[in-house]
């Protein structure tokens, strides 16, 4: 089993810059690609981006490339989401997810485990 918790979520303006954390236990978070996606109220859950475990490999959605950067920190046991240049689009609830297998980046259905998300409100 792994633990995934989300922070860092908030109520922010257009233009603004936040950064999620989400904090991995239970098994070597080094083992497991890690990725986020986020649901908008009435949306169906979506892919954000995603990291290989050894972080070498990052992917993007159309929608926030250029504007979002994952990141890992293996020793921390935490995957990071930099949103810069936030819109109200982007107002969502966010989510970490992590997998074993590998490829598959953008599948929703690859992800083994969840965390509980954390919301991103952005007004205009």
């Known amino acids: 089993q792994v633990q995934l918790v989300e922070s860092g979520g908030g109520l922010m303006q257009a233009g603004d810059s936040l950064r999620l954390s989400c904090a991995a236990s239970g098994r070597t978070f080094s083992n497991y690609d890690m990725a986020w996606f986020r649901q908008a109220p009435g949306k169906e859950r979506e892919f954000v981006a995603a990291?290989?475990?050894?972080?070498?490999?990052?992917y993007y959605a159309d929608s926030v490339k250029g504007r979002f950067t994952i990141s890992r920190d293996n020793a921390k046991n935490t995957v990071y989401l930099q949103m810069n240049s936030l819109k109200p689009e982007d107002t969502a609830e966010y989510y970490c997810?992590?997998?074993?297998?590998?490829?598959?980046?953008?599948?929703?259905?690859?992800?083994?485990?969840w965390g509980q998300g954390t919301q991103v409100t952005v007004s205009s």
């Open positions: 990291i290989s475990r050894s972080a070498y490999y990052t």
């Open positions: 997810a992590a997998k074993r297998s590998y490829g598959d980046y953008v599948r929703i259905d690859k992800y083994d485990y």
